[in-house]
């Protein structure tokens, strides 16, 4: 059984950093790919950026690259989710997935993931 816990979520001014964590357990992961995703009140689940982890390939929403980047700790079973120069539309809850596939093309949708944490809030104030 896939066990995800997220942290790191928090009150942030507009403009400032945030780290979230995903410290994973339960399998090997190596052979996972990892994805952050966010859901904002009244809003759809929005892709925000995945880890292959297995060659450490990258994807990230549009809208995030060049703010946030994904990274991953094998040792740690750890993904981060490093937010730069956040923003109020940010503000959302943040839940990391997991799925068993080791090598992926792109983004893949939030309901084929088999496993997923229970989220932190990150809250962007101005």
């Known amino acids: 059984q896939v066990r995800l816990v997220e942290s790191g979520g928090g009150l942030v001014q507009a403009g400032g950093s945030l780290r979230l964590s995903c410290a994973a357990s339960?399998?090997?992961?190596?052979?996972?790919?990892m994805t952050w995703f966010r859901q904002a009140p009244g809003t759809a689940r929005e892709f925000v950026a995945t880890?292959?982890?297995?060659?450490?390939?990258?994807y990230y929403a549009d809208s995030m690259k060049g703010r946030f980047t994904i990274s991953g700790d094998n040792a740690k079973n750890t993904v981060y989710l490093q937010m730069n120069n956040v923003q109020p539309e940010d503000t959302a809850v943040y839940y990391c997935?997991?799925?068993?596939?080791?090598?992926?093309?792109?983004?893949?949708?939030?309901?084929?993931?088999?496993?997923w944490g229970r989220g932190t809030q990150v809250t962007v104030f101005t």
């Open positions: 997935a997991a799925l068993a596939m080791g090598v992926v093309a792109g983004p893949i949708p939030w309901d084929e993931y088999e496993s």
């Open positions: 880890i292959v982890w297995s060659d450490g390939s990258t």
């Open positions: 339960g399998r090997t992961f190596c052979s996972y790919t």
